[in-house]
C-alpha cells in the first residue's frame, strides 16, 4: 500500500503542542510513512465562524489547501477534528462539477486550482485501516495493561461512529482499558467560547471534569487538539494540582507504546504532569 500523505497539522497542533507533531513524525518513522507537509498552507479554515460568515470563502480556502495536497499525495492525514470536519465537508460540496468549476474560476486568481482528487483521512483511520492494528500490536514495546483510560472523542468525531470506534480499537491495542463515563459525549465548549466563555467553561468543560474525576482514570485520551486545550485549561482553572488527570493525544499514546520515550515524544512540554502515568507504566514493566 502507497504510504504517501499529506500532512496537514492545523493552527493548534505547530503552535501549541508540538508533542502531537512530534508524536506523528516518530510514527511516520516507524510505520515507514512518507509525511509531507503542505507548503504554503493556512488556516483549513475552521468550521464554526469561518462557515457562518462567508460560506464561500470557506469553502474556496478549503479548495486551495486540498490543492496543494493533490499536487504531492492524493491521501491528506488530519488529525485535527475540525480541520478534518472542514475538509470533508468541503471536498464532499466540491463533488458538484458546477460548483467546482466556480470555486477553481476563484483560484486562478491565485493561480491555484482543485480537481476534487484528495482522499481525506482521519489519524485514526490511517493507523486503524492502513497501518492495520494487526501490525500495530507486532510493534508494541511497552506494557499498558494496567492503564484505565476514559476517551473523548469530541463532537465532530462523534458525527462519524466507525472513528469513535477506531479510536476504542487502537486505545484497546494498546492494551490499555476504556472506563465508560456519564460525560463522554459531552461538547468540551470550544464551540461556545465564541459566545459566551462562561458558559463554556462552567457548563461544559467544568461538568465534563467533575464527572471524569469520579471515574478516577489513568488519564484521558483525545484526538482533537482544540479539545485538549480547553479541557487542559478547565483543569488548571478548577482542580488542584493532585487532583489533575493527564491529558495524552492518541498520536502520542501510540507512539510511547511502540517505544519512544517520554523525551522522545516531549511529554515534559504537557502542562498537565504526566508523573503518575508514567510511573504507572514503569511499575507494571518492572
Not at 502520542?252 to 516531549?266: F, K, N, Q, R
Request: one cysteine or more; glycine letters at 4%.
Amino acid at each position: 500500500m502507497n504510504k504517501k500523505y499529506g500532512v496537514f497539522l492545523g493552527c493548534t497542533i505547530s503552535a501549541m503542542q508540538i508533542f502531537v507533531e512530534k508524536a506523528l513524525r516518530l510514527l511516520g518513522e516507524k510505520f515507514s510513512m512518507q509525511l509531507i507537509d503542505l507548503e504554503d498552507a493556512t488556516c483549513c479554515p475552521e468550521p464554526e465562524i469561518s462557515k457562518t460568515i462567508s460560506y464561500e470563502a470557506w469553502l474556496r480556502i478549503a479548495a486551495r489547501n486540498l490543492s496543494l495536497c493533490e499536487k504531492i499525495s492524493n491521501k491528506l492525514c488530519v488529525i485535527c477534528n475540525g480541520c478534518y470536519h472542514t475538509f470533508k465537508k468541503a471536498n464532499e460540496a466540491l463533488s458538484d462539477e458546477k460548483l467546482l468549476k466556480e470555486v477553481n474560476d476563484k483560484l486562478s486568481i491565485i493561480g491555484k486550482s482543485y480537481n476534487g482528487a484528495v482522499k481525506v483521512k482521519n489519524f485514526i483511520e490511517i493507523m486503524h485501516d492502513d497501518i492495520g492494528l494487526e501490525n500495530l500490536k507486532g510493534k508494541l514495546k511497552r506494557e499498558l495493561s494496567r492503564i484505565k483510560v476514559c476517551i473523548h472523542p469530541g463532537c465532530r468525531l462523534l458525527e462519524e461512529p466507525r472513528l469513535v470506534s477506531g479510536l476504542e480499537d487502537l486505545v484497546k491495542a494498546t492494551g490499555a482499558s476504556i472506563i465508560e463515563w456519564t460525560a463522554e459525549k459531552m461538547c468540551c465548549g470550544v464551540p461556545a467560547m465564541y459566545t459566551d466563555s462562561e458558559f463554556a467553561l462552567e457548563n461544559r468543560a467544568k461538568r465534563k471534569l467533575l464527572n471524569l474525576k469520579d471515574v478516577k482514570p489513568d488519564c484521558l485520551i483525545v484526538i482533537c487538539p482544540a479539545c485538549y486545550d480547553m479541557l487542559e485549561k478547565a483543569e488548571i482553572s478548577y482542580l488542584e494540582p493532585e487532583e489533575y488527570i493527564p491529558i495524552i493525544n492518541i498520536v502520542e499514546l501510540l507512539a510511547y507504546a511502540v517505544g519512544y520515550s517520554p523525551e522522545d515524544i516531549g511529554f515534559d512540554l504537557h502542562r498537565i504532569p504526566l508523573d503518575n502515568f508514567l510511573s504507572k507504566v514503569e511499575e507494571n514493566e518492572s
